[in-house]
């Protein structure tokens, strides 16, 4: 299948990244949230990242203007119809994604290929609710989507193969490296990543050091460019407290019991750069 349309579903910062890289690469986009405004300010960031490159000689203004004209806002799921392929980026809930791809099965043309973004469901639960398992896959993207080079790509226990080779294809195309990975609670990099920001706050809570002396230790002691706390800033608290619950639960191990200082900034909508404030304030600190 030669793929020229895809579809964006769910437009926060790893959707709007998605668009971005999926246009420069060729690709003519419908991006979909659930409201116009939602949908629009995903545009104007897009767009922004694009004025930037324009500032640092990288893009051109005929270049911005053409990339404009291939993307097509939408609150509707009917939208996405003709696409090639459909981009799942909503939040980590399994009952929404498999309420979402038992949408997309029925309005999506037969041979359409869905691909999740989740970085840590099951994407054969996700896949059987579609009625098209064969044609579902996960291809998880990491923040800033625009600069990561890696895609995991995750067939589920129906995935076809054929389905797995148009996946690699589609990352090549947008300049990333795909890493086929079998399906696995996290897969490879938050199986790895989430423990370790768990373990950091955990440090933080016992009061072993503050929030800048850890991040500082593990940059210069491991050489790394950001601390576990910056990163889980980053990343988001929410979402790295749901991944390390969904662990704990698929797991069934205690190595991956979130740390109550996770479970308690949550609580206190303390969320990360998103919220202007997480293990770190964004008001007046720069990590």
């Given at each position: 299948m030669t793929v020229k349309n895809v579809g964006v579903l769910g437009t926060g910062v790893i959707g709007a990244g998605i668009v971005q890289v999926c246009?420069?690469?060729?690709?003519?986009?419908?991006?979909?949230?659930?409201?116009?405004?939602?949908?629009n300010k995903a545009f104007k960031v897009v767009n922004?990242?694009?004025?930037?490159?324009?500032?640092?000689?990288?893009?051109?203004?005929?270049?911005?203007?053409?990339?404009?004209t291939m993307i097509t806002t939408s609150t509707e799921l009917a939208d996405l119809k003709d696409c090639d392929v459909v981009f799942e980026a909503v939040h980590e809930d399994?009952?929404?994604?498999?309420?979402?791809?038992?949408?997309?099965?029925?309005?999506?043309k037969p041979e359409a290929i869905l691909a999740s973004n989740t970085s840590a469901l099951s994407i054969t639960e996700i896949a059987v609710s579609s009625g098209r398992p064969e044609q579902v896959i996960?291809?998880?993207f990491f923040n800033p989507v625009s600069m990561m080079k890696l895609i995991e790509v995750v067939p589920g226990a129906l995935t076809a193969p054929a389905t797995v080779t148009i996946a690699?294809?589609?990352?090549?195309?947008?300049g990333k490296?795909?890493?086929?990975?079998k399906e696995t609670p996290g897969f490879i990099v938050n199986r790895l990543i989430v423990?370790?920001?768990?373990?950091?706050s955990l440090l933080l809570e016992e009061g072993v050091a503050s929030a800048e002396q850890i991040d500082?230790?593990?940059?210069?002691?491991?050489?790394?460019?950001m601390g576990p706390l910056a990163l889980a800033d980053l990343i988001g608290v929410d979402v790295v407290l749901h991944v390390a619950e969904y662990f704990l639960q698929e797991l069934d191990d205690q190595r991956y019991r979130p740390s109550n200082l996770l479970k308690t900034m949550v609580e206190e909508g303390k969320l990360g750069r998103k919220t202007n404030k997480g293990f770190y304030d964004y008001g007046y600190m720069l990590y």
């Open positions: 246009v420069e690469a060729g690709y003519t986009v419908v991006m979909i949230d659930v409201d116009q405004n939602t949908v922004k990242m694009w004025k930037k490159a324009v500032g640092k000689g990288v893009r051109t203004n005929d270049e911005v203007n053409r990339f404009n399994l009952k929404l994604k498999q309420q979402i791809f038992q949408q997309l099965g029925g309005i999506c996960g291809m998880h690699e294809e589609l990352a090549w195309t947008m490296e795909p890493v086929i990975v423990p370790y920001i768990n373990e950091a500082k230790a593990i940059k210069l002691g491991t050489n790394m460019p």
